[in-house]
């Protein structure tokens, strides 16, 4: 089956880093395009990144440009997202997905994990 899981998360300060990773299993994960998403209490889930299965495209939603990078590594099989000059607005559940192709885009394979927890307090 195709599985991707979600792991890095943790409290960090504001202005702090993290790098959380996506991992996959089952399939070969140069095939596909991975997006990460998030998911703050009470709002709705938003894109924040995409990588397409070659790594030769990204994209970032604004709020995240210049901060976040995502990268791959597909001979480890894993996507990664650093996350720099976090702000608290970026509080949230990470998660990340695969899509439906090599290309970034809006239709998406296998389905929602358990994501990681990102926190940005003081």
């Known amino acids: 089956q195709l599985k991707l899981v979600e792991s890095g998360g943790a409290l960090v300060q504001p202005g702090g880093s993290l790098r959380l990773s996506c991992a996959a299993s089952g399939f070969t994960l140069d095939t596909y395009a991975i997006g990460w998403f998030r998911q703050a209490p009470g709002k709705e889930r938003e894109g924040v990144s995409c990588?397409?299965?070659?790594?030769?495209?990204?994209k970032y939603a604004d709020s995240v440009k210049g901060r976040f990078l995502i990268s791959r590594d597909n001979a480890k099989n894993t996507v990664y997202l650093q996350m720099n000059s976090l702000k608290p607005d970026d509080t949230a559940v990470y998660y990340c997905?695969?899509?439906?192709?090599?290309?970034?885009?809006?239709?998406?394979?296998?389905?929602w994990g358990q994501g990681t927890q990102v926190t940005v307090s003081s």
């Open positions: 990588i397409s299965g070659s790594g030769d495209s990204t």
């Open positions: 997905r695969a899509n439906f192709g090599a290309r970034c885009g809006t239709l998406f394979v296998g389905s």
